[in-house]
């Protein structure tokens, strides 16, 4: 069975400060891995994804990723947050291939505020 | 180019009662994908719709039925509400066989 882990349900930090928001995932496959955003009462914006090739990944609004096959893991990253990055960031997998292809296991999710 | 749109964007039913939502996939995409949010969670795979077949299904009960039409606009069906059933109902939409996937908007289904 496929599972997505984010580490932390809450990350506050201070505006221009950088950050990290970490995910990691257990799969018997091999996997595509992406990263959303959701604003209050809205629905999920793809921020970025990985599906093979170079193992960082660049997204919208400044946002990358790294994949690390050997710790399962996918970290989404920004040198410099600002106020308007206040959001709740969701990791999430699908299958490469196979029975599974398509269907996304979605993290808990992380409420990022970022202070003034 | 229109999204993914959700209708209606806010529903309160009673237990018991039945509800439909709809989704219209994004322009392009034949491929469309049911998510349940309940509150403080991440969002939960119900089932996928294409070629007007369900075509996978997650651990949700039979009360959970789908449509897809034609034109690949989809409904979602909950029979026999609970409680429990209170969430945020996302569509997406994709085109089969390429990982791009678009969300809507979402439901939000308030049961009392």
């Known amino acids: 069975a496929q599972s997505v882990t984010q580490l932390d349900s809450q990350v506050p930090v201070f505006e221009e400060a950088p950050v990290e928001l970490r995910c990691n995932y257990s799969?018997?496959?091999?996997?595509?891995l992406f990263w959303y955003v959701q604003y209050p009462n809205q629905g999920l914006q793809l921020l970025l994804k990985y599906l093979s090739g170079s193992t960082l990944v660049k997204g919208i609004n400044g946002f990358e990723a790294e994949f690390n096959k050997s710790q399962t893991s996918f970290h989404l990253r920004k040198p410099s947050v600002h106020i308007s990055d206040t959001a709740e960031y969701f990791c999430a997998a699908t299958n490469a291939g196979g029975t599974s292809y398509g269907k996304l296991t979605f993290g808990q999710g992380t409420i990022l505020t970022v202070h003034p | 180019d229109a999204g993914v749109t959700q209708s209606p964007t806010h529903l309160i039913k009673t237990r018991g009662q039945q509800v439909t939502l709809r989704c219209s996939p994004k322009s392009g995409h034949d491929t469309v994908s049911w998510y349940q949010q309940a509150l403080g969670q991440g969002p939960q795979f119900i089932f996928q719709y294409y070629e007007e077949e369900e075509r996978q299904r997650g651990n949700f009960p039979d009360r959970f039925s789908g449509h897809q039409f034609p034109n690949y606009s989809s409904e979602l069906n909950v029979n026999a509400l609970l409680l429990g059933d209170s969430a945020l109902y996302l569509c997406?939409?994709?085109?089969?066989?390429?990982?791009?996937?678009?969300f809507g908007s979402g439901t939000r289904l308030t049961v009392v």
């Open positions: 799969s018997s496959v091999s996997v595509y």
């Open positions: 997406a939409s994709s085109v089969q066989g390429v990982s791009g996937y678009t």
